[in-house]
């Protein structure tokens, strides 16, 4: 590599600094990334996490609330994501306990089902939301603000009517009450989060009332306002991207420039089509003499209407209309390659976005596929950080206030045991994925049960239903539906013996 005047100079002063130097330069010619340009600008994110968070992560929040609020692809994003996240009554949970021999142990199951299903009437303090509602919110909130917490209460709270058989309620907590801007040093406490010294949360400090109010920007507000919850009592799930990023950021973050642009173009392209609607004309005249101020001052009205015919005209006039070229052709195009990249940063699929459900069975079965990939990623982390912390409460609390008893033969360990059901992929053709399920379960690559939660049901409850449907119909003496497994299949008929005179019939033999 070759020297020059001003590196030889550095050299002879400072021979470290010279040979630091020389490394970068040859660091910067072999990864040309690392080298900005005319044609790159190489901008740069040296911060930590939290730091990139506490500068930006309310801004984002509050640009992606307007959104929610006043635009209609992202309002649109946001139904796609808590839709097919938690779907429309919530994450469903199946108990599963198990019994000393490893069986799942009915009679208990169906016990913290019962009380469970009573949860869900009431499980948030306002009594404003069921289950379904309370996870929609919870996930929505989490999606648009980039985070979302709940407070777990349990037995006598002052003040507080659970409404429910379990002592048992969640309070629904917007990230705004988690004052970004609190820090302190003993106890360690970040972005309104205190941690230990490996970085795990041990509580969070939340305001007691609304921050947004009018004494939220005085400091006796923030000092006398704020309460302690133990990390135990308190769930946070967070869009996190960075290791020990502790708060989180909207999905939107990526793609709010984007929105913000199609959003102005699309109004503009519409006012355009509007004006060019509206018919203008004008009258075109021939010389430039004919320009001169008339010497008839009457003014000139001539209104259009189907059929017209302009009889008003002067020698030398004509009539020519104004054309804007609206609407624009383009329009359609340039919004979908928009949206394409509007989902690609977001998370959803393009045809769930755009609402245009084009191709073969093939594509849409593919584009489906790789979609709920994502889908079951944000399941998995709402259940986590949210459904199951809950379920494990609940049932604990269920326990401890004598609403059930654990029977002498659960396996410890297991009387929280539970699967979760989510919502599953959709079926683009039912005839077809029904054939494909009954093959697996006929070949026992599956079973009945895991048939009936991918289609978002539970197993027992299935069960019962039909057991129930099947004795009415016998009640009523209503047959069967043809090829059911509840037909009874028809007795063979005996073989109609030969007549004797037959030479071919058989003779019997004596034993």
Known sequence: MAIDSLERAIAAIAPRWAMRRAQAR???????????????????????????????????????????????????????LVNFTVGPVGIGIEPQPMGAEG????????????????????????????????????????????????????????????????????????????????????????????????????????YKTDPRGSLAGSRLFAANN????????????????????????????SVLGRLDDLKDYEESE???????????????????????????????GMKFKPGM??????????????????????????????????????????????RTYDGTYSSQRQELVEGWTMYAVLQAEFTA?????????????????GRVRIPPGIKPGTENDALFLAPQMPWIDPQREAEAWAIQEDRAYTSGPEIIRKRGGNPMRVLDQQARWLKAKEEKKIPAAKGSAAEKP?????????????????TKRRT
């Not at 005319?38 to 506490?54: F, I, P, Y």
């Open 270 to 300: 519409r006012v355009a089509a509007k004006v060019a609607a509206s018919m203008a004309a004008f009258i075109r005249k021939g010389q430039p003499d004919m320009y001169a101020e008339a010497t008839d001052a009457t003014p000139r």
């Open 385 to 401: 950080r949210i459904v199951r912390p809950i379920w494990e409460r609940f049932v604990a609390i269920a326990v401890a206030s």
């Open 103 to 206: 069986e799942i142990h009915d009679a208990f199951a169906r016990s913290m089902a019962a009380e469970w299903d009573d949860f869900c009437r009431r499980p948030e303090v306002t009594w404003q939301h069921d289950w379904g509602s309370f996870c929609r919110l919870m996930a929505r909130t989490w999606y648009r603000d980039g985070e979302a917490f709940a407070q777990l209460l349990e037995g006598s709270v002052a003040w507080l009517d659970h409404g429910t058989r379990v002592p048992f309620s969640l309070e629904m907590i917007e990230p705004d009450f988690v004052p970004m801007e609190h820090h302190a040093a003993q106890p360690l406490i970040e972005q309104g989060i205190e941690i230990n010294d490996w970085g795990r949360p041990v509580a969070y400090h939340v």
């Open 490 to 506: 028809a007795e063979p008929k005996p073989a109609a013996s030969p007549p004797a005179s037959d030479p071919a019939a058989p």
């Open 26 to 80: 040859q660091v910067l010619g072999y990864y040309e990334a690392a080298s900005p340009g005319q044609t790159r600008k190489a901008r740069r994110e040296g911060a930590s996490g939290n730091t990139a968070v506490l500068r930006a992560g309310a801004t984002i929040r509050e640009q992606a609330r307007h959104l929610d609020q006043n635009h209609d692809l992202a309002i649109g994003v946001l139904n796609s």
């Open 309 to 354: 015919v302009f009889d008003d005209l002067k020698p030398g006039e004509d009539i020519g209309t104004i054309d804007t070229n609206r609407p624009n052709p383009n329009l359609e195009t340039y919004r979908s390659g928009q949206l394409r990249a509007v989902a690609a940063g977001t998370g959803p699929t393009y045809s769930s976005i755009a």
């Open 226 to 253: 704020l309460k302690r919850i133990e990390a135990a009592r308190m769930l946070h799930v967070a869009n996190r991207t960075r290791i020990r990023q502790l708060r989180g950021v909207s999905v939107f973050a």
